[in-house]
């Protein structure tokens, strides 16, 4: 039996590639959800052909999304009392062909490979072995990825560099990309046409929590960007941008809206001048779409696109401004990998014997 843990829509994106292959072969599999993320997480299931889920470990805080470090406490307070009320159950009724399947470098990535020890049964880690080599950025997701190295049973690094890192461990299956490549080729739609824009997408923990940063940020792109600026925000990133937003954009360059569907997300990110962010889940879609990027972090633990049409800014403001005043010389044609990443990872699932129908 293959279940997956998940709780942000970002580890629904690039599980759903898997899952939707799974699903193909008429191989059942279940969804346990932590919902770090809540109403955006249950929106997108279905417009990613995914089920509704099988188990809610936690509900967010209290049904909301974690928008603090009180939110995140209380929710990890609930998932250590879910697990501890139901660990000797699962144990006892989940099949020995059992394996837990998490994804990635957020909080619930740690706590499915932790709940797979609990319950005694193997886990598998999509996108493992990447490292920033620096554990204080980005943070908290450089300790989430080392704590999983060292939890999961099985590791799928997407590259080569990162199957490196992993070894002297066993099980390690190189996919030679990440699966959100899949979640772009399966999904995506046409590029939006219309009048130039560029994309800005800021919301990890390390900037957010950073008022200087964001303020600094906001203002060199307010007074540098030659378009106007698609602003991606949601209800915990917008509350942090807004103060510097007021301040810094006189032009009106910053047009802000709510995330789309990843569908349409995909198809915006096609069609944009340049993309400004800080997700490493964008890095790895623009680095097959070619688009101009600048990868707004201290460091960054992928290295696909960087050199080529994508730019490591280490927060260094000078790397911005000259990134808007230059990126069209980083644009390079669409990369198509050959090998699809999520058809590895359900083939190896499929020959150690985790698969039923």
Request: avoid cysteine; proline fraction near 6%.
């Amino acid at each position: 039996m293959i279940i997956f843990v998940y709780g942000t829509t970002a580890e629904a994106i690039k599980i759903a590639p898997v899952a939707r292959r799974l699903a193909a072969r008429g191989i059942a599999f279940q969804q346990w959800l932590t919902m770090q993320h809540t109403d955006s997480l249950r929106e997108i299931l279905p417009t990613l052909g995914l089920p509704q889920p099988d188990r809610i470990i936690a509900d967010g805080n209290r049904g909301k999304p974690l928008k603090t470090k009180g939110d995140v406490v209380h929710w990890l307070w609930a998932v250590v009392r879910w697990v501890a009320r139901n660990a000797r159950t699962l144990r006892s009724e989940l099949p020995d062909d059992t394996v837990i399947v998490v994804h990635g470098d957020t909080m619930t990535t740690v706590v499915g490979a932790w709940l797979a020890r609990r319950i005694r049964v193997p886990s598998a880690h999509i996108e493992a072995g990447l490292r920033s080599g620096n554990w204080r950025h980005p943070f908290p997701e450089e300790l989430d990825r080392r704590i999983v190295g060292h939890l999961a049973t099985i590791h799928y690094p997407p590259s080569d560099e990162a199957a490196e890192h992993l070894r002297g461990r066993d099980n390690v299956v190189n996919t030679h990309r990440n699966t959100v490549v899949d979640a772009v080729l399966d999904q995506g739609e046409d590029a939006t046409v219309g009048e130039p824009y560029g994309v800005v997408l800021l919301h990890r923990f390390e900037f957010i929590s950073n008022p200087a940063l964001v303020d600094e940020t906001i203002g060199t792109i307010a007074e540098h960007a030659a378009v106007p600026l698609r602003l991606m925000v949601d209800a915990y990133s917008e509350g942090a941008l807004r103060e510097a937003l007021d301040r810094h954009d006189k032009r009106g360059v910053f047009q802000p809206q709510p995330k789309l569907r990843h569908q349409e997300f995909i198809g915006l990110l096609k069609g944009a001048e340049f993309i400004v962010t800080d997700s490493g889940g964008i890095q790895a879609e623009a680095a097959l779409l070619g688009v101009p990027t600048l990868i707004h972090r201290k460091a960054t633990e992928q290295h696909e696109g960087i050199g080529a049409n994508i730019t490591l800014s280490q927060w260094d403001q000078s790397v911005v401004t000259r990134f808007l005043e230059e990126y069209e010389h980083h644009r390079v044609p669409l990369q198509v990998p050959e090998i699809s990443p999520s058809d590895i990872i359900v083939e190896d699932l499929i020959s150690r014997g985790f698969a039923r129908t």
